[in-house]
């Protein structure tokens, strides 16, 4: 922890001079000390869901506005990607009376929620376009989004709410960018249009896997199935990648496979701009990337493109990571 600690104001720079962004997923303003303390580059992930949850009512506009701009002005001078609330699927809201689904991470959730309930869409992004008046380096991003037709809407509701607040006079951020998860493999398979329609992407490697190999990953009948390194599953993270990089757009990985050392050298090949870690990850991340050779990384990912299962890509990149980073197997 000591040699680590010394890093902190270091960039995560390969030893070939490739530079990629350590920044932290937060749930609440308590998770930024952390995030500070272990100089995460900015905030991947804020996952305002839970501002939602663990109450018996909807929390007002005032009251978001309030949390994320908290959030915002403690870091007013880094990235700070606020996702639109992610419920239904496994995280359900009491006062919101769900209907009983039979598959519900095939159903109600993320930004079909907030498309079907347009005014309680419009007080979040209002709260959001906010609270990041004065903090530049704001992003917005929409998760579970599956093709053309929801990314366009969303935007037109953004822009009718900037517009709602220009009337107003009321402040509100400008440059803000927009972004949207890629874990529905209908929106990876057509990032190469929806990439004209965004500023960036951000993989959400737990469901993009659980959706393209049909596992359900709390179903303990099937968890051993679950594998984020399925051949599938990396091709269609590559191919999501590489549609980005040919508009200009990054692409920041911010599921569990981030924050997995054995697997960094894969995502660094592949070309993945930004890891969202958890806080407590983010010296490990770092360090591990100022180790790796960005080189060696993309021939390593180009053999793993090719292999014909899971084992066999692990043992790829892990073989990478240990010769890379001893340290952290130790």
């Not at 995460?40 to 992930?45: D, F, H, I, K, Q």
């Not at 051993?224 to 999501?240: Q, S």
């Amino acid at each position: 922890k000591a040699e680590l600690a010394k890093l902190r104001e270091l960039p995560a720079t390969t030893t070939d001079g490739h530079q990629v962004e350590v920044c932290s997923n937060i749930g609440t303003i308590k998770d930024m000390d952390g995030a500070h303390r272990n100089g995460a580059e900015g905030v991947g992930l804020y996952r305002t869901e839970f501002l939602f949850m663990d109450r018996d009512s909807l929390p007002t506009e005032q009251e978001q506005f309030q949390a994320y701009k908290e959030v915002a002005q403690s870091m007013p001078d880094k990235p700070i990607i606020v996702r639109t609330m992610d419920i239904g699927g496994d995280k359900e809201l009491p006062y919101m009376k769900f209907p009983k689904e039979m598959n519900p991470f095939l159903g109600w959730r993320g930004i079909r929620v907030s498309l079907s309930r347009p005014e309680l869409f419009k007080q979040q992004l209002r709260a959001i376009l906010r609270a990041c008046a004065d903090t530049p380096g704001c992003g917005i991003m929409f998760p579970m989004v599956s093709g053309y037709t929801e990314v366009v809407t969303a935007k037109h509701i953004l822009q009718e709410c900037r517009e709602e607040l220009e009337r107003k006079n009321i402040p509100y951020a400008r440059d803000l960018k927009v972004g949207i998860m890629i874990e529905v493999p209908s929106a990876a398979i057509m990032t190469d249009v929806l990439a004209r329609e965004v500023d960036f992407f951000s993989i959400g490697t737990n469901d993009l896997t659980q959706y393209t190999i049909a596992v359900d990953r709390v179903n303990n009948r099937v968890a051993n199935m679950f594998r984020p390194t399925h051949p599938a599953v990396i091709r269609i993270m590559d191919m999501t990648i590489t549609a980005g990089e040919r508009e200009n757009i990054p692409t920041a990985i911010c599921g569990e496979m981030a924050g997995d050392i054995t697997l960094l050298p894969l995502l660094i090949g592949l070309g993945a701009t930004s890891m969202s870690v958890g806080v407590h990850l983010v010296p490990i991340i770092r360090y591990a990337i100022r180790n790796l050779d960005y080189g060696q990384c993309r021939d390593m990912a180009q053999k793993a493109l090719q292999a014909p299962n899971s084992r066999a890509i692990v043992d790829l990149s892990t073989a990478l990571a240990r010769k890379s980073y001893p340290a952290l197997f130790e």
